[in-house]
């Protein structure tokens, strides 16, 4: 039997690995910004983050949409630890 590759870009993809990427390629700053809800502004924490949108589908529907943009378009330079990626070291 042969298994065929999953055509949903988020298949194998936690909610979690998804946050991590999205701070480390935005920051939490620019996060806020970029999606306007207050696990992003006030005192923000994967975990508080991870939390709030595993209960709240139209702000996880948000975030990965961002996500998903944010594989299409090159990521910022920035030379600060270029030995991170976040894309494949998504957990703490």
């Known amino acids: 039997m042969t298994t065929h590759p999953s055509k949903d870009p988020l298949h ?6 998804v946050v991590n ?5 935005y920051g939490w700053v620019e996060l806020a910004k970029l999606i306007n809800i207050n696990c992003f502004k006030s005192d923000p924490s994967v975990k508080s983050s991870l939390k709030f949108l595993r209960r709240t589908p139209w702000a996880r ?10 594989l ?6 920035d030379d600060s630890d270029p030995s ?8 703490d």
Do not use: I, K
């Open 12 to 17: 194998g993809v936690t909610l979690e690995m």
């Open 21 to 25: 990427a999205l701070v480390a390629r």
């Open 84 to 91: 991170f990626n976040p894309w494949t070291q998504g957990r």
């Open 72 to 77: 299409e378009e090159p990521a910022p330079q």
């Open 61 to 70: 529907a948000e975030v990965e949409a961002l996500y998903l943009d944010s």
